[in-house]
C-alpha cells in the first residue's frame, strides 16, 4: 500500500510505503545514511524531510518509544519517522488513563509522551516533562494560532475547559506551573485535534440536526446513547442542557459542585425515563450501536461516522455551530510531550522526532481519519488536491476518498460534514477538561452510572 | 460424614440399580438429561466464537457485527501481515511466551507450596492469608503499586520481569488452592511404602507424588495458562514498553474496529484443536502401543 | 503401622473427622516431627518469594497512599488523614456499589454452581472412557485460548437486535420483536460472567468428584440408596471442597472486576472496581487506594467465611 505524495521522489528509497518489515527498515535506513553521507544537503530524501544528517552514525543506535492512544499514536507513523530520520522510533498503544497513569507513576520507560491538553497540566504538574524549546521547533510559527495564541482571525478560542493554548506554555523548562500567556518554553506540541459532536442516521430520524438539545429529546428515547468518559461525558450532558436551554453553566470544563449535581441528578432521571440505549466504551461500540440501528443519535467521534459509513449505512455528524451563546462543538487536542530524562543525543532526536511529525508525512495520515493537523499548511503538502478540498475546506470531492490504507470511503461528489475545519475549529464550545472538583465529579458519575 | 446406615433404608426402596460398572448396560435416563445440559453447555460456550468464526471470514468491508459483507480470507492476511491493526502479532507472541512461562513456575510453585502446607508450620496462617490476599487484591492498583516500586528501584519495567511477577502473584493463590484440594485425598501411605522400600526423598516425590497428583498438576497448568494469556488489570501497568495481547486488543478497541479480531479468535481456535487433537491422538497411540507390547509378551 | 495404612484405604469416604483420621493424624505427627518447619520454608520460599514484591510491598504503598491527602492532581501531600476512608464509608455510593456488585458475584456464583456442577457429576460418572472425558473436558477449554476481549465484543454480534439470537427467534416466529434485554444489562453482564466462570468451578468440582470412589456409590446402591440420597450423603458432601474452591475463584474474580461490568452493562451498571478506574483515570489515587483497601479486606474477609464451612487448608495439613 503506497501513499500518494504530492512532492517528487527522487531516490526509490524514500517512497512510503505502509507496510514495514524489520530488514525493511534496516535497508532503508542504510540507504538513507549512504544518501547521507554522499549527498549533504541536496539529498531527495532531505528535500523532503530536510533532516540535518550529519550525526547519522550516532543516532543509528537510538530508540524513542513514543506511548499513546491509538489513533494518535500510530504504529504506520512511527515505522514512517523509522524510516526518514535514521532511528528507531516505537509507538506503543494504551488507553487515556493507563497512559497518564504511567507517565506519571513510570517516568523512565517513556520518552515521548501523547498528552491531551489537561494531561499536559496534571504531568506539568508532577514534574514529569520538561519544557519543549520553542525556538528549535521549525514549523512553530505555522502552527494554528488556535493553538499557539488562543486566538484565530482576532476571535479568542473558548477557554471553557482546558484548551490547549492555557495549557501549552510554561516559564521555565522545569517550571510545574502552567504559566497564562506565550513564552519560549512549552509543555507540549499539538499533533492532532478535532471538534466532536453528535452522529446521527438521517435515514432514522427524517430531520436535520444542528442541536445538542436532540440527544435528549424524548422523541429518540431509548435510541440515543453517550460515552462513558466521566470527564467526557458530563461535558456533552451539559452542552444539552445548555441547548436546551435548562441551564446556563459558568464554565461547562469547570464546573461547580452545584452545577455538577444539576447536571448528574438530570442525566439519573433521563437514564431512569429510559432515553439512553447505553453509554458506550469502545470505539468499535459506538460504530456498532449506529450501524445496527440500536441508537440513531449518539455522541460520536469524526473516524466513528465515517466508519460507520463504510459499512454501508448513512450517518451524518451533526454541524453544532455555535448559535444564541448556545450549542458549539467539544474540542480535544492530543500534543507530543518531551519526557524529562531525555538528554544528550536521545533528546536532540526527540527533537528532531518533534520536527519531522509537524512537517507534514504524519498531518497528511491522520487527516485521512478526519483529523487536523495543527500545522497544515504541510500537511496540505501530502495530500492531493481533490483530499485537501474535502477534508479541510468541506468542498465537495471530486474523485473518490480514500481511507489511511488505501480502502475507498467516498464517492465523488460527497461532503464532509461541518464544512471546512475552520469553521468547525472556531465553533468550539469547550475543550477537553480536567476540573477541579474532579473528585466530585467522578463520585457523581459512579451514581448515575449505579442508578 | 452424616451416618446414615443402610439399616434404616425402608425395605420398599431397595431397588437394584447400577451405575458406572463398565459392563453393556443401559444408560439411565440422567445419562440423557445431562448429556443433553452438557450438550447446551458447549453450544453456549461456542456461542459467541460461532459469531466470531463466521464474521472472521469477510472482505474488506466487513465490520464487528452482522449482517456479513462478502467472504475472504482478507482478515486472516491482514493479522499477520498487522498494517493497520496495532501489533496484534507482537503482542500474541509476547502473550504465549509468558503464558507458558508463568504456566511452568505457577505448577513448580504451586507443588512445593502445596508440600509445604502438608504440615503445620510457624507462620502458615499468615502466608496463607497473605495468599488469599493476593487473590483478591484489585489488579489496577496492585499494578500501579508495583510500577511505580519498580521505578523507584530503578528497574526497567518490562512483560518479562514485572508483568511476569504481577501474573504470578495472581496465577500462585489459585494453583496453591488447586494443590491444596488435590493434596487432601492423597494418601500418605503410599510415601510410607516408597520410603520402606528405601526410596530417598526426591525419589519419593519425583515418582510417587507426582504422578499421582499429576490430573491436579494439569488443571493448576490449564488455570495458570487462561489466567495469565487473558491478565489485563493488572498487566496494564506493569507490561513496559511492549504490550501483551490484551493490552493491545484493548488499546486498539479506540479507534479500530476491525474484523482481524475476529480472524485472531479463528486463528487460535484452530490451533489449540489442533494441538489437543495431537496430544489425545499420542495418548491414544501411546496407549495402543504399550498394548501391544504387552500383549506380545 | 499397619492399622494406618488400611485406614486410609477406605479413606476415601471418610475423610471428615473420624477416629481414623486422628490415629493417622498423631501417626503423622511423629514422622514429620524430623521433617521440621525449615523443610517446609523451603518448600514456601517460591510462593514467598513472589509474594513479597509483588503483593505485600505493592499493597504496603496502596495503604499508604490511602491515608495521604489527596491534591487533586495525581499528587499525594505528605499529611496523615482519614478523609479518604470518610468518604468511602459515608457515601451512599458505595454501598450502592457495593450492592450492584454482590448482586452481580450471588448471581454468577448460583449460575456457575449449577451447571458446574452437573457438568463435572456428567463428566465424572456417566462418561465412561477416561480419554473421551478428558477430550470433552478440553473441548470446554478450547474458547479461553481466545483472548478475553475479543470474547467481550463477539457478544454483540451474538446478542444484539440483529444479532445471531434475536434473528433466529424472530425467524423461528417465537418473537416478533427483538429482545432488547439480551444486550446492555444485567442479564448480559450475569450471561458473560457465567460464560467466563464456569469453567472455573467445573475444574475444582471435577477434581474432588473424581477422587470419590465409585465402590463408595456401588455400596451404597447395594444398600439400596436412592439417587436423591446418593448425591445427598455421598456426592456433595465429598464434592464440598471442589464447591468451595470454586466459589473462592468466582467470588474474588466477580469482586474485582471492571472490565465485563463497562462493557456488558452499556454503562447501565457499575462495579466497585470500576468506579476505582474512572478515579485512577485522573490520577485520584488516595480515594482510589482508600476504595481498594477496604475492597480487599471485605472480599477476604467474604473468602474467610467460605473457609469456616469448609475449611481447605485442614483437609491437607494433619
Not at chain 1, 525556538?135 to 499557539?148: A, R
Not at chain 2, 504465549?96 to 505448577?107: C, F, G, K, Q, R
Request: net charge positive.
Amino acid at each position: 500500500m503506497k501513499e500518494k505524495l504530492e512532492a517528487s521522489d527522487p531516490t526509490p528509497e524514500s517512497k512510503t510505503e505502509a507496510t514495514v518489515t524489520d530488514s525493511g527498515v534496516d535497508v532503508s535506513r542504510r540507504a538513507v545514511l549512504k544518501s547521507a553521507a554522499a549527498l549533504a544537503g541536496v539529498a531527495g530524501t532531505q528535500a523532503i524531510t530536510g533532516f540535518p544528517l550529519i550525526w547519522a552514525q550516532d543516532i543509528k543506535n537510538i530508540e524513542l518509544r513514543h506511548v499513546g492512544v491509538s489513533y494518535s499514536v500510530v504504529k504506520a507513523i512511527g515505522d514512517q519517522a523509522s524510516k526518514d530520520l535514521g532511528f528507531k522510533v516505537t509507538m506503543q498503544n494504551l488507553d487515556t488513563s493507563a497512559a497518564i497513569n504511567r507517565f506519571v507513576t513510570q517516568p523512565n520507560t517513556v520518552d515521548i509522551a501523547d498528552v491531551e491538553g489537561w494531561q499536559a497540566k496534571l504531568a506539568t504538574k508532577r514534574g514529569v516533562l520538561q519544557g519543549i524549546e520553542v525556538k528549535k521547533i521549525k514549523e512553530f510559527e505555522n502552527i494554528l494560532p488556535i493553538f499557539t495564541k488562543g486566538e484565530f482571525s482576532g476571535k479568542v478560542v473558548s477557554r471553557q475547559g482546558i484548551s490547549p493554548y492555557e495549557a501549552m506554555y510554561i516559564s521555565k523548562p522545569d517550571a510545574t506551573e502552567l504559566h497564562e500567556g506565550v513564552t519560549p518554553w512549552a509543555t507540549f506540541l499539538p499533533q492532532v485535534y478535532n471538534a466532536d459532536s453528535m452522529g446521527y442516521r438521517p435515514d432514522l430520524i427524517k430531520k436535520e440536526i444542528t442541536e445538542w438539545k436532540e440527544l435528549i429529546n424524548p422523541a429518540y428515547k431509548g435510541k440515543a446513547a453517550i460515552l462513558d468518559v466521566p470527564a467526557i461525558g458530563i461535558m456533552d450532558a451539559a452542552l444539552c442542557f445548555e441547548s436546551a436551554g435548562e441551564i446556563k453553566y459558568a464554565n461547562k470544563g469547570n464546573m461547580t459542585k452545584s452545577e455538577i449535581d444539576f447536571t448528574i441528578n438530570r442525566l439519573i432521571e433521563l437514564k431512569k425515563q429510559g432515553q439512553f440505549r447505553a453509554t458506550w466504551t469502545t470505539f468499535d461500540q459506538s460504530v456498532q450501536l449506529m450501524a445496527a440501528g440500536e441508537v440513531i443519535i449518539q455522541s460520536m467521534w469524526s473516524p466513528a461516522v465515517a466508519a460507520v459509513r463504510v459499512k454501508g449505512m448513512p450517518c451524518i455528524y451533526a454541524p453544532v455551530n455555535i448559535k444564541n451563546g448556545k450549542e458549539g462543538y467539544r474540542g480535544w487536542c492530543n500534543g507530543m510531550a518531551l519526557m524529562k530524562h531525555l538528554s544528550g543525543k536521545k533528546l536532540d532526536a526527540a527533537y528532531e522526532y518533534l520536527n519531522w511529525y509537524l512537517s507534514g508525512w504524519q498531518g497528511g495520515f491522520v487527516a485521512r481519519y478526519g483529523y487536523y493537523s495543527p500545522v497544515p499548511s504541510t500537511a496540505k503538502k501530502f495530500l492531493t488536491a481533490n483530499e485537501w478540498d474535502y477534508w479541510y475546506e468541506g468542498k465537495p470531492a471530486t474523485a473518490e476518498i480514500l481511507d489511511p490504507y488505501g480502502v475507498p470511503m467516498e464517492k465523488p461528489g460527497a461532503k464532509r460534514d461541518g464544512g471546512s475545519f475552520i469553521e468547525r475549529v472556531t465553533n468550539i464550545s469547550c475543550w477537553n477538561t480536567l476540573m477541579d472538583e474532579a473528585q466530585y465529579m467522578n463520585k457523581r458519575w459512579n451514581d448515575f452510572k449505579a442508578a | 460424614m452424616s451416618a446414615t446406615s443402610p439399616a434404616t433404608i425402608p425395605a420398599a426402596k431397595r431397588v437394584r440399580r447400577r451405575v458406572a460398572d463398565g459392563a453393556e448396560s443401559k444408560r439411565p435416563w440422567t445419562f440423557w438429561v445431562l448429556a443433553t445440559l452438557f450438550a447446551g453447555y458447549v453450544l453456549a460456550l461456542y456461542g459467541p466464537m460461532l459469531c466470531i468464526y463466521v464474521l472472521s471470514f469477510q472482505d474488506i468491508r466487513g465490520g464487528l457485527v452482522f449482517p456479513m459483507k462478502g467472504l475472504s480470507v482478507h482478515w486472516f492476511i491482514d493479522l499477520f501481515t498487522q498494517v493497520r491493526t496495532g501489533d496484534v502479532k507482537g503482542g500474541f507472541e509476547r502473550s504465549i511466551v509468558l503464558a507458558l512461562i508463568v504456566t511452568i513456575l505457577t505448577v513448580v510453585g504451586s507443588f512445593m507450596a502445596g508440600l509445604a502446607f502438608r504440615q503445620r508450620f510457624k507462620g502458615d496462617g499468615i502466608v496463607f492469608y497473605l495468599m488469599i490476599g493476593s487473590l483478591v487484591a484489585p489488579g489496577l492498583v496492585l499494578g500501579i503499586g508495583i510500577g511505580l516500586l519498580f521505578q523507584y528501584f530503578g528497574l526497567e519495567a518490562s512483560w518479562f520481569t514485572s508483568a511476569l511477577g504481577a501474573h504470578l502473584s495472581w496465577t500462585l493463590p489459585f494453583g496453591v488452592l488447586v494443590m491444596f484440594a488435590v493434596m487432601s485425598r492423597f494418601d500418605r501411605a503410599w510415601e510410607e511404602a516408597a520410603r520402606d522400600l528405601g526410596a530417598t526423598r526426591w525419589q519419593i516425590i519425583w515418582m510417587v507424588v507426582v504422578p499421582i497428583l499429576a490430573p491436579g498438576l494439569l488443571a493448576v497448568a490449564l488455570f495458570g495458562f487462561t489466567l495469565s494469556y487473558d491478565e489485563f488489570s493488572r498487566t496494564l501497568q506493569t507490561s513496559g514498553p511492549l504490550n501483551t495481547l490484551p493490552l493491545e486488543i484493548w488499546a486498539m478497541t479506540l479507534n479500530v474496529t476491525s474484523p482481524s479480531l475476529y480472524a485472531l479468535g479463528t486463528v487460535t481456535t484452530l490451533a489449540s484443536f489442533l494441538i489437543i487433537g495431537i496430544c489425545l491422538g499420542g495418548i491414544v497411540w501411546i496407549q495402543k502401543r504399550r498394548a501391544t507390547r504387552i500383549s506380545v509378551h | 503401622m499397619t492399622t494406618g495404612i488400611t485406614d486410609t484405604i477406605s479413606t476415601g469416604a471418610s475423610s471428615e473427622g473420624v477416629p481414623v483420621e486422628t490415629a493417622f493424624a498423631k501417626k503423622g505427627a511423629s514422622s514429620s516431627a524430623g521433617r521440621s518447619g525449615g523443610m517446609a520454608w523451603l518448600y514456601v520460599s517460591p510462593l514467598v518469594l513472589i509474594l513479597i514484591p509483588f503483593f505485600i510491598a505493592p499493597i504496603f504503598v496502596v495503604v499508604v497512599a490511602s491515608f495521604l491527602e489527596n491534591d487533586g492532581f495525581g499528587g499525594m501531600l505528605p499529611h496523615f488523614t482519614l478523609a479518604n476512608y470518610a468518604s468511602v464509608f459515608s457515601a451512599e455510593l458505595t454501598l450502592r456499589l457495593y450492592a450492584s456488585t454482590v448482586k452481580f458475584a450471588v448471581l454468577t456464583w448460583a449460575g456457575t454452581l449449577i451447571i458446574g456442577f452437573w457438568i463435572a457429576y456428567f463428566l465424572v460418572f456417566h462418561v465412561r472412557n477416561q480419554l473421551l472425558a478428558i477430550g470433552l473436558f478440553l473441548l470446554c477449554t478450547v474458547p479461553f485460548w481466545t483472548s478475553n476481549i475479543i470474547r467481550m465484543i463477539s457478544w454483540i454480534p451474538l446478542l444484539g437486535k440483529n444479532g445471531l439470537v434475536n434473528s433466529i427467534l424472530i425467524s423461528a416466529g417465537i418473537i416478533h420483536q427483538p429482545l432488547e434485554f439480551l444486550l446492555f444489562s444485567d442479564f448480559a453482564v450475569v450471561v458473560a460472567y457465567v460464560h467466563q466462570l464456569t469453567i472455573f468451578m467445573i475444574v475444582p468440582i471435577f477434581n474432588a468428584m473424581s477422587r470419590i470412589d465409585k465402590r463408595t456409590v456401588e455400596a451404597a446402591l447395594d444398600a439400596g440408596a436412592s439417587r436423591f440420597e446418593i448425591m445427598r450423603y455421598i456426592i456433595v458432601p465429598l464434592s464440598k471442597n471442589g464447591i468451595a474452591l470454586g466459589s473462592i475463584f468466582v467470588l474474588s474474580i466477580v469482586m474485582g472486576d471492571f472490565f465485563v461490568v463497562k462493557v456488558m452493562s452499556g454503562g447501565g451498571s457499575a462495579s466497585i472496581v470500576s468506579a476505582l478506574f474512572e478515579d485512577i483515570a485522573v490520577l485520584q489515587y488516595p480515594p482510589a487506594a482508600a476504595s481498594a483497601v477496604v475492597l480487599l479486606i471485605v472480599v477476604v474477609t467474604m473468602i474467610a467465611l467460605i473457609l469456616r464451612t469448609v475449611d481447605v487448608r485442614k483437609e491437607i495439613a494433619r
